[in-house]
């Protein structure tokens, strides 16, 4: 773990939590636990082994997970950056789509981090990971190296009808940013 690098225990001062009801997960020791309103699951296999954070949809309007990451724990230049070039950030995700039993490491660019991190987030399933390093990482033909482990860059992720990143040596970006030249 790196000097950086939040864990667990951090997860109040990074992140606001809320959930209108209270949720089930399994524990370290892999039992089946409630939790509160507004509590965040950190999900187990049977086995105890770590899944990540579960963010599920709920059973109703409203009653679905939301988390949203404190701007304060970015640095300063990739969230008021004067240039396109100050606000580049490669957002590095380890994540189990809900129904899915495979964990997916994919990276994405993007000169929104803020934004890019809460989209990223909000889908439904298991949070192992989520990491932000200044800059864009150099693309090894469609995937990034960072800490041993290559991670993914997807094509194109979709969010409200508005494409945010698609991959490429300088990737596209439409959420609220100048795309680059060629």
Request: hydrophobic share 45%.
């Amino acid at each position: 773990m790196a000097v950086r690098d939040l864990t667990q225990d951090d997860f109040s001062v990074a992140f606001s939590f809320a959930r209108s009801a209270a949720g089930s997960y399994r524990d370290a020791a892999g039992v089946v636990r409630s939790a509160a309103v507004d509590v965040p699951r950190f999900d187990h296999d049977e086995a105890g082994a770590p899944l990540g954070l579960l963010i599920a949809p709920g059973a109703d309007i409203g009653e679905h997970d939301r988390i949203e990451l404190d701007p304060f724990m970015l640095p300063e230049d990739l969230v008021t950056g004067i240039d396109d070039t100050t606000r580049r950030a490669t957002i590095l995700h380890a994540f189990t789509p809900a129904g899915e039993t495979a964990l997916r490491r994919n990276a994405w660019y993007s000169r929104n981090t803020k934004f890019m991190v809460d989209a990223l987030l909000r889908q439904a399933g298991r949070h192992q990971s989520i990491g932000v390093i200044e800059g864009f990482r150099i693309n090894l033909g469609g995937l990034v190296r960072y800490r041993g482990h290559d991670w993914w860059l997807p094509g194109v992720l979709q969010t409200e009808g508005a494409s945010l990143i698609a991959r490429g040596e300088l990737p596209l970006i439409s959420s609220g940013a100048v795309t680059p030249d060629a």
